[in-house]
Every structure is written in structure tokens, then in C-alpha cells.
């Protein structure tokens, strides 16, 4: 069975720190890759994603994903944190070809002091 | 405005005592789903529609009931409501399935519902 690891429950960071969490997920196919983010109070936003291609991805307010196939892993990177990054952070997974499933992982919450 | 409607967002409930937890969408979506966020656990998927009169259980669907007899609509049932199912739960929607043709289907979540069940 898919799953999905975030290692880091809580991390707080200043603002201009950088960032960079981890997510690792376990399944032996292909994947896509996901990471989500919800801000205090809000529904769940995509941030970025992987398909296919090149393995860095971009994706929106700065933020960017490094998927390692090696490593089974898929972490998040921003070069300069601000306040309005406060949020939490879930990684996500889908087998290639099971298009009804995102496994998500347990999800980081970041906080980011001024 | 295209969205996702819950209701209620917030409930305070006693075992036993049968509630519903309505979803609604605007966009004429194929793909409807449930999820309960638990700290620690993440997003755990309950129940999904792949479209009208098409339901199938998640990962976590013990307690849990749902229908889809319209496309709009997913309500979420819980028949007897047990503590260990207070919650936070949302309801997403997209096009078609997240992945469904190689592509993703961006999924709309909803505010969610915070349930306390005592």
C-alpha cells in the first residue's frame, strides 16, 4: 500500500530563513507528486506538482519541489520564508493510473515569526 | 463564483444522534470526495463519486454513509456518531478523478466542517 511521510510535525522559522521540508513516500511505480497548502482558517490549496519531466518543479509564491525517484522523495524548498507562509503543509501522492487517489501525508505546520 | 459549500461548519453533537453533513458544488463536477483531518494523520479519505449513483469507500469508511443521487450534490451521513469521529471534514471536488486522463484535475476543496461528537 501507498504512503506517505512528512518528518517534520512542527518547524518555526524566521522570516528570509529558508525552508525546506521533507516528504517521502512509499510505492514502487510511478507517481504523481503533490504538495498542498492550508493557510490558518482556509480550504486546502495546490502548490505545486509533478507529472513528469524535469524533476524540479516551480510552483506558486516562490515555492519549489525537487522530485528524487532514487530517494523516493519530493521536498518542498523556498529560498526566503515571510510571515504569510504560516500554514500547513501537505504532501501528496498518486500512483500513476489509480486517478481516484491522493495519499496524503500527515502534514507540516509551519510557523514563521516575524 | 465557482466553489465548494459545506454545511454546517461547525457542530457539536451526542453519540448516537444521526446528523448529515451537506457538500455542494457549482461547477458540474464528475468527481466528489470526503476526507476527515485528524491531527498527526493528515487528510484520510472517507468516501468518493466518480459521478452520479457511483460511490466507492475510501480509506477510513467505517460509520460513514453517502449518496450522490445528484450530480451537485455528496452529503456525508453518519448514522450513529461515535466520539472517534470528531473531526475537521472536507469535501473536494474536481472535473473528473485527480489524475483521470494523465492530467490533474484540480480539486476544489471545501471550508470544512469541524464536528465534535461528546
Known amino acids: 500500500a501507498q504512503s506517505v511521510s512528512q518528518h517534520n510535525h512542527h518547524v518555526i522559522l524566521s522570516e528570509a530563513a529558508s525552508l525546506e521540508l521533507g516528504c517521502n513516500y512509499s510505492?514502487?511505480?510511478?507517481?504523481?507528486l503533490f504538495w498542498y497548502v492550508q493557510y490558518p482558517g482556509q480550504h486546502l490549496q495546490l502548490l505545486l506538482k509533478?507529472?513528469?519531466?524535469?524533476?524540479l518543479v516551480k510552483g506558486i509564491k516562490g515555492f519549489e519541489a525537487e522530485f528524487i525517484k532514487s530517494k523516493f522523495s519530493f521536498n518542498l524548498r523556498k529560498p526566503s520564508v515571510q510571515w504569510s507562509d504560516t500554514a500547513e503543509y501537505f504532501c501528496a501522492v498518486n500512483a500513476r493510473g489509480a486517478t481516484n487517489k491522493l495519499i496524503f501525508g500527515t502534514g507540516t505546520l509551519l510557523a514563521v515569526q516575524p | 463564483e465557482a466553489q465548494v459549500t459545506q454545511n454546517p461548519r461547525y457542530l457539536i453533537t451526542v453519540t448516537g444522534k444521526k446528523l448529515t453533513v451537506t457538500c455542494s458544488q457549482n461547477?458540474?463536477?464528475?468527481?466528489m470526495s470526503w476526507y476527515r483531518q485528524d491531527p498527526g494523520l493528515g487528510l484520510r479519505q472517507i468516501y468518493y463519486?466518480?459521478?452520479?449513483?457511483?460511490?466507492d469507500k475510501g480509506d477510513v469508511p467505517e460509520g460513514y454513509k453517502v449518496s450522490r443521487k445528484e450530480k451537485r450534490n455528496f452529503p456525508l451521513i453518519l448514522e450513529s456518531p461515535s466520539p472517534n469521529q470528531t473531526s475537521l471534514y472536507f469535501c473536494a471536488s474536481s472535473l473528473r478523478a485527480p489524475t483521470s486522463g494523465g492530467n490533474y484535475n484540480e480539486q476544489f476543496f471545501g471550508p470544512g466542517t469541524r464536528l465534535t461528537v461528546l
Open positions: 463519486s466518480m459521478n452520479v449513483e457511483v460511490t
Open positions: 509533478y507529472f513528469s519531466g524535469d524533476p
Open positions: 461547477m458540474n463536477h464528475e468527481y
Open positions: 510505492y514502487g511505480g510511478t507517481v504523481n
